[in-house]
């Protein structure tokens, strides 16, 4: 069985855990699940980075000794990540037993090829970062988190890093893998190539971190410490079994880290292993920051977004869905409760969970909760079956890409593509004209999807993956999909009592729920961890006022950036009761089929629409007109003299779903 090792970093434990840990670990969750559906034996280690002056610094704070803040902060990591279900094999401390041996065994290793010496430093060190920085002049802004610096002369270990640049660009230049995306190894190659300076890797001003074997008074520096704690937590040079499981592991298939730390593990690493003479890890991807308002979250800025009351109110999938589908891997990403919302309701409630409802409801039904045996397929099922294949290949080539937002547009696009296969044959219809054939192919053709899909979405979704697949009656292991291509759901099967795998949310009740759950555990926990308060909410927008808007109002471009327009084509037009100018239409934007209450009925007859390539306004909040939902507006002129509307239309050769920029 071929293996795959990843980690996230050994995050510092001088805090409570936020969403943006949980983007990073979730995310390695979805690579470590997604490699072991597919057959491979997949590990995964994350843990805590305990050592250092600043943990110091705030344990003195506290009043507390060192270690007593680390068994703090280091178990809130570890309970958050079960109460996810973080799929993890090895969760390794700085502070353990075992890791001391194995930062001893790195140094001596490097110390015997000639790579570390010892000299006296004067200059700026950033405390925050834990890092010497050469760059400035003690005082100034450190480079990376714009800190003031701090003077300091010590002596210290240092490692000859500059001896390793041609070697480093050559490693790029051989693997241009090595560093993913290419933005940021872009980045790398650019700072290695500017000159590269010695690294101090010890510190004598501090106690707090594992002593320099043979070096009264020396600490190891906390990045040395931490990055060979990869290998640690593996069973590096702990003998016997321990031994063997490293050698069997390592060298890890991918270290995945922030980009604000790509410099530790894309230069100071694959240094640290070639002086020692260990295997370098084979990837390193950086991703982006996360962002709330166009600024970092961080407990210094005062800006947590914490993740267990977005978990306890609307599910641990629910989150992670929107962070893998909302955020382009690799680039920087905004989160806001809106957006979380809106896609809840969109693409798991609308989507996904109205075609799991739909098609076991009918099955339930009409078939006394077996699923009918279907009988040879037409060109409407060959067309499902084509398009399905098309999709595992696709999903398989993005997620393996680390591409989840691309991965699973490509799989909502199967659930957009169910939806018109239940509206151009409508089940229900053919039950009432008792067309019992056609109703048992379009049935089980949709729980043979909805078997597939299961496979598909449960890297990211592993809980509502298993409860659908359970409704769905099947009793073989969910996480084994090595060969879903040729898999498929048993006639005869029953399925079991169909729930709502994602009830429609209240927004405004949903997202006042988070706020106050937020604020609630942030200052349960100011005593102890003295954590900033988040920013406060933004008050609510003021109703709309009658009176026309201006002309030419001016707004930023990051304000219009904000609007998501999207191209889609008419399914269906139908009029309203009662609503002179509104017609109920129904638009296939590509990943799903919206439903939208247009006032163009004065201008446009229901039965000339359907099959038109419209715009709509994809990321309006859901509001109701006359009783019925409309998610989204459709985008059209208003026409002098009698100001009737004219839909903007697109060619067709513009595919569902195409974002207008």
Same mark, same amino acid.
């Given at each position: 069985?071929e293996k795959?090792?990843?980690?996230t970093p050994?995050y510092y434990?001088n805090?409570?855990?936020?969403i943006?840990?949980?983007?990073?670990?979730?995310?390695?969750?979805?690579?470590r699940?997604?490699?072991?559906?597919n057959?491979?034996?997949?590990?995964?280690?994350?843990?805590?980075?305990?050592?250092?002056?600043?943990?110091?610094?705030?344990?003195?704070?506290?009043?507390?000794e060192?270690?007593?803040?680390?068994?703090?902060?280091?178990?809130?990591?570890?309970?958050l990540?079960d109460e996810?279900?973080?799929?993890?094999?090895h969760?390794?401390?700085?502070?353990e037993?075992?890791?001391?041996?194995?930062?001893h065994?790195m140094?001596?290793?490097?110390q015997e090829s000639?790579?570390?010496?010892?000299?006296?430093y004067?200059?700026?060190?950033?405390?925050?970062d834990e890092?010497?920085?050469?760059?400035?002049?003690?005082?100034?802004?450190c480079p990376?988190?714009?800190r003031?610096?701090?003077?300091?002369?010590?002596?210290?270990y240092f490692f000859?890093l500059s001896?390793f640049a041609?070697?480093?660009?050559?490693?790029y230049?051989?693997?241009?893998?090595?560093?993913r995306?290419?933005?940021?190894?872009n980045?790398?190659?650019s700072?290695?190539?500017?000159g590269?300076?010695?690294l101090?890797i010890s510190?004598?001003?501090?106690?707090?971190?594992?002593p320099?074997p043979?070096a009264?008074?020396?600490?190891?520096?906390?990045w040395?410490?931490?990055l060979?704690?990869?290998?640690?937590?593996i069973?590096?040079?702990?003998?016997?079994?321990?031994e063997?499981?490293?050698?069997?592991l390592?060298?890890?298939?991918?270290?995945?880290?922030g980009?604000?730390i790509?410099?530790f593990?894309?230069?100071?690493?694959?240094?640290?292993?070639m002086?020692?003479?260990l295997?370098?890890?084979?990837?390193?991807?950086?991703?982006?920051?996360?962002?709330i308002?166009n600024?970092?979250?961080?407990k210094s800025?005062?800006?947590?977004i914490?993740?267990e009351p977005?978990?306890?109110?609307v599910?641990?999938?629910?989150?992670?869905?929107f962070?893998a589908r909302e955020?382009?891997?690799g680039q920087d990403?905004?989160f806001?409760?809106?957006?979380?919302?809106t896609?809840?309701n969109?693409?798991l409630a609308?989507?996904?969970?109205?075609l799991?409802?739909r098609?076991?409801t009918?099955?339930?039904?009409?078939?006394?909760g077996?699923?009918?045996?279907?009988p040879p397929r037409t060109?409407?099922?060959?067309?499902?079956?084509?398009?399905?294949a098309?999709?595992?290949?696709?999903?398989?080539?993005?997620f393996?890409?680390?591409e989840f937002?691309?991965?699973?547009?490509t799989v909502w696009s199967? +659930? =957009?593509e169910? #939806?018109?296969y239940i509206v151009q044959?409508?089940p229900?219809?053919?039950?009432? @004209?008792g067309e019992?054939? !056609?109703l048992?192919?379009?049935?089980?053709?949709?729980?043979?999807?909805v078997?597939?899909?299961c496979?598909?979405i449960e890297p990211?979704?592993?809980?509502s993956a298993?409860?659908i697949?359970k409704m769905l009656?099947?009793?073989?292991?969910?996480?084994n999909?090595?060969n879903?291509?040729?898999?498929?759901v048993?006639a005869g099967?029953?399925v079991?009592?169909?729930?709502?795998?994602?009830?429609?949310?209240?927004?405004?009740?949903?997202?006042?729920?988070?706020r106050?759950?937020?604020?609630e555990?942030?200052?349960?926990?100011?005593?102890a961890?003295?954590?900033a308060?988040?920013?406060?909410?933004?008050a609510?927008?003021?109703?709309?006022?009658p009176?026309?808007a201006?002309?030419?109002?001016? +707004? =930023?471009?990051d #304000?219009?950036?904000?609007v998501?327009m999207r191209v889609?084509t008419?399914?269906t @037009?139908?009029?309203?009761? !009662?609503a002179?100018?509104?017609?109920?239409?129904?638009?296939?934007?590509?990943?799903?089929?919206?439903?939208?209450?247009a006032?163009i009925?004065e201008?446009?007859?229901?039965?000339e629409?359907?099959?038109k390539?419209?715009?709509?306004?994809a990321?309006?909040a859901?509001r109701?007109?006359?009783?019925?939902e409309s998610?989204?507006?459709?985008?059209?002129?208003?026409?002098?003299p009698?100001?009737?509307p004219?839909?903007v239309?697109v060619?067709?050769s513009?595919?569902?779903?195409?974002?207008?920029?």
């Amino acid at each position: 069985m071929e293996k795959f090792y990843l980690t996230t970093p050994i995050y510092y434990a001088n805090g409570r855990p936020h969403i943006g840990h949980v983007y990073c670990t979730f995310a390695a969750d979805a690579i470590r699940r997604f490699h072991a559906l597919n057959g491979a034996e997949a590990r995964l280690t994350t843990g805590t980075d305990e050592h250092g002056q600043k943990m110091a610094e705030t344990a003195r704070k506290l009043g507390l000794e060192p270690r007593q803040l680390a068994d703090r902060y280091s178990a809130n990591f570890r309970a958050l990540w079960d109460e996810l279900g973080i799929q993890y094999d090895h969760f390794i401390r700085t502070t353990e037993t075992r890791h001391i041996p194995a930062v001893h065994d790195m140094f001596r290793r490097c110390q015997e090829s000639g790579a570390i010496y010892k000299s006296t430093y004067t200059g700026a060190y950033c405390m925050y970062d834990e890092a010497f920085v050469t760059e400035v002049e003690p005082g100034q802004p450190c480079p990376e988190c714009q800190r003031p610096t701090e003077k300091v002369t010590e002596e210290n270990y240092f490692f000859k890093l500059s001896a390793f640049a041609d070697k480093l660009l050559a490693l790029y230049a051989e693997n241009p893998d090595f560093i993913r995306p290419e933005a940021r190894r872009n980045e790398v190659i650019s700072f290695v190539k500017g000159g590269l300076k010695d690294l101090s890797i010890s510190r004598t001003s501090i106690t707090w971190g594992i002593p320099v074997p043979d070096a009264p008074g020396h600490v190891f520096y906390v990045w040395f410490d931490a990055l060979t704690s990869y290998m640690t937590a593996i069973g590096y040079a702990q003998g016997g079994e321990a031994e063997k499981e490293f050698k069997r592991l390592w060298p890890a298939n991918l270290h995945l880290v922030g980009k604000e730390i790509l410099r530790f593990h894309a230069v100071y690493w694959p240094a640290f292993l070639m002086a020692a003479g260990l295997p370098l890890p084979k990837g390193v991807y950086a991703h982006g920051l996360m962002l709330i308002e166009n600024d970092k979250i961080s407990k210094s800025r005062g800006n947590l977004i914490l993740a267990e009351p977005i978990t306890r109110t609307v599910g641990a999938d629910a989150l992670r869905y929107f962070l893998a589908r909302e955020i382009v891997f690799g680039q920087d990403g905004s989160f806001s409760y809106d957006a979380l919302v809106t896609r809840f309701n969109s693409d798991l409630a609308n989507g996904l969970g109205n075609l799991v409802s739909r098609t076991l409801t009918l099955i339930n039904r009409d078939f006394d909760g077996a699923i009918p045996a279907p009988p040879p397929r037409t060109d409407a099922e060959e067309a499902i079956y084509r398009k399905a294949a098309e999709t595992i290949a696709k999903w398989r080539e993005h997620f393996g890409n680390l591409e989840f937002s691309l991965a699973l547009e490509t799989v909502w696009s199967l +659930i =957009a593509e169910m #939806d018109r296969y239940i509206v151009q044959f409508k089940p229900w219809k053919l039950a009432e @004209a008792g067309e019992r054939e !056609k109703l048992a192919a379009v049935l089980y053709t949709c729980a043979d999807v909805v078997r597939l899909l299961c496979r598909m979405i449960e890297p990211v979704m592993p809980v509502s993956a298993a409860r659908i697949w359970k409704m769905l009656g099947e009793t073989a292991e969910l996480t084994n999909g090595a060969n879903l291509e040729n898999e498929h759901v048993a006639a005869g099967q029953r399925v079991g009592k169909v729930e709502a795998v994602f009830p429609r949310l209240d927004a405004e009740v949903t997202i006042a729920k988070m706020r106050t759950m937020e604020q609630e555990q942030l200052n349960a926990n100011k005593p102890a961890e003295a954590t900033a308060a988040p920013a406060a909410a933004p008050a609510p927008a003021p109703a709309a006022e009658p009176a026309a808007a201006p002309v030419n109002p001016k +707004i =930023a471009i990051d #304000d219009f950036l904000k609007v998501e327009m999207r191209v889609g084509t008419v399914v269906t @037009a139908e009029r309203i009761p !009662k609503a002179d100018k509104l017609l109920k239409l129904t638009v296939d934007i590509g990943t799903e089929v919206r439903q939208v209450c247009a006032g163009i009925a004065e201008a446009y007859q229901p039965e000339e629409l359907p099959g038109k390539k419209v715009v709509i306004v994809a990321n309006l909040a859901p509001r109701k007109l006359r009783g019925l939902e409309s998610n989204g507006m459709i985008v059209a002129a208003a026409v002098e003299p009698d100001g009737k509307p004219v839909l903007v239309t697109v060619p067709d050769s513009v595919p569902n779903g195409a974002r207008l920029r």
